[in-house]
């Protein structure tokens, strides 16, 4: 069946713009995380939904990151006024519930110029 | 808080050769323990997981790794390394003392090069 799907693929756009990310889960996954990896570096929890609600948003590193999933399934991590050093690779995994492995998507390469 | 640890972030093995990818867990509670293989612009794909069943946990693609709670490690090996193994490994953790059930932290990667 389908993996987890993630748009755009690849983001570039200038410091100070707003950007959205986009995630479409496995179908009837209610679990949805998103990490965030630089260059070099493994992966980084920044929040995790059980269906329509942040259950945890511990690791947004900022109020300018902000994240939504309004019906429980397709997620948006939206970044406002963004920075050079938010350029990374946006990673979104779900999985059926919340102790269960994450499957993860390609993710979304965001490039700040 | 949970803390993973690669030993090397690079590894070049020669193709037919013993792949020993090394990672540590700091938690004094066992935790959940995953690998996870990415390949170049891709996600990340479960390889294999230890949820407190038997120790030695066999993956896909022909890897397995080895629990040992009492040298905190869960070391990922394949006996015979293939180039369409190259690829970046990630060991990661889930629960364990200071540790929530779904937050994955991983380590910062292994490089795993093979040569001809």
């Known amino acids: 069946g389908a993996g987890v799907s993630q748009t755009p693929s690849n983001k570039v756009t200038e410091k100070g713009k707003y950007v959205e990310l986009r995630c479409d889960p496995i179908?009837?996954?209610?679990?949805l995380y998103w990490y965030r990896q630089s260059l070099g570096q493994g992966p980084e929890f920044l929040i995790y939904?059980?269906?329509?609600?942040?259950?945890?948003d511990s690791g947004l590193p900022n109020d300018r990151f902000f994240a939504v999933r309004p019906e429980g399934s397709v997620s948006t991590l939206k970044i406002q006024r963004t920075e050079r050093g938010d350029s990374a690779v946006y990673l979104c995994?779900?999985?059926?519930?919340?102790?269960?492995?994450?499957?993860f998507g390609d993710g979304t390469r965001l490039s700040i110029l | 808080a949970q803390s993973v640890t690669q030993l090397g972030s690079h590894v070049s093995v020669s193709e037919g050769a013993l792949v020993l990818l090394r990672c540590n867990y700091s938690?004094?509670?066992?935790?959940?323990l995953f690998w996870y293989v990415q390949y170049p612009n891709q996600g990340l794909q479960l390889l294999l997981k230890?949820?407190?069943?038997?120790?030695l946990v066999k993956g896909i693609n022909g890897f397995e790794a080895e629990f040992k709670k009492s040298e905190t490690s869960f070391h990922l090996t394949k006996p015979s390394a293939h180039m369409s193994d190259a690829a970046e490994y990630f060991c990661?953790?889930?629960?364990?003392?200071?540790?929530?059930?779904?937050?994955?932290?991983f380590g910062k990667g292994t490089l795993l090069t093979v040569n001809p």
């Open positions: 230890y949820t407190s069943a038997a120790t």
């Open positions: 990661a953790v889930v629960g364990g003392s200071g540790g929530s059930n779904y937050k994955l932290t």
């Open positions: 938690s004094s509670v066992p935790p959940y």
């Open positions: 179908s009837g996954h209610t679990a």
């Open positions: 939904f059980q269906g329509t609600g942040a259950a945890d």
């Open positions: 995994a779900s999985s059926p519930d919340r102790d269960q492995p994450q499957h």
